[in-house]
Nanobody, 126 residues
Framework: QVLLAESGGGLVQAGDSLKLSCAAS????????MAWFRQAPGKEREFVATISAGSTTTNYADSVKERFTISKDSAKNMVWLQMNNLKPEDTGVYFC???????????????????WGQGTQVTVSS
């Protein structure tokens, strides 16, 4: 079993940067695609970014392309989300997730992820 714990959220101003971390404990994440999702107040959870098991493929939501970067270090059981040029619409709780199947292609579909962290709050003021 894998447990995920996010950290690094906070209150920032528009244009600032933040780096979110996701620490995995228990079984390793080497063989799994990982992803970040976020949920704004009153809205459904939405896809942000995903990375393949071997870190060779990444995909991003159009709203964060060119601003966010997902990375993974399987040896350290860590996943990160570097967020630059933050905007007020980036506000929300950010969740790290592990795909349910080994070597599955990274996907934006939340139903393909079976392990989630508790989230970290990101608030961007204008």
């Amino acid at each position: 079993q894998v447990l995920l714990a996010e950290s690094g959220g906070g209150l920032v101003q528009a244009g600032d940067s933040l780096k979110l971390s996701c620490a995995a404990s228990g079984r390793g994440i080497k063989d799994y695609a990982m992803a970040w999702f976020r949920q704004a107040p009153g809205k459904e959870r939405e896809f942000v970014a995903t990375i393949s098991a071997g870190s060779t493929t990444t995909n991003y939501a159009d709203s964060v392309k060119e601003r966010f970067t997902i990375s993974k270090d399987s040896a350290k059981n860590m996943v990160w989300l570097q967020m630059n040029n933050l905007k007020p619409e980036d506000t929300g709780v950010y969740f790290c997730a592990k795909n349910s199947r080994r070597y599955y292609n990274p996907t934006a579909d939340p139903t393909t992820y079976d392990t989630w962290g508790q989230g970290t709050q990101v608030t961007v003021s204008s």
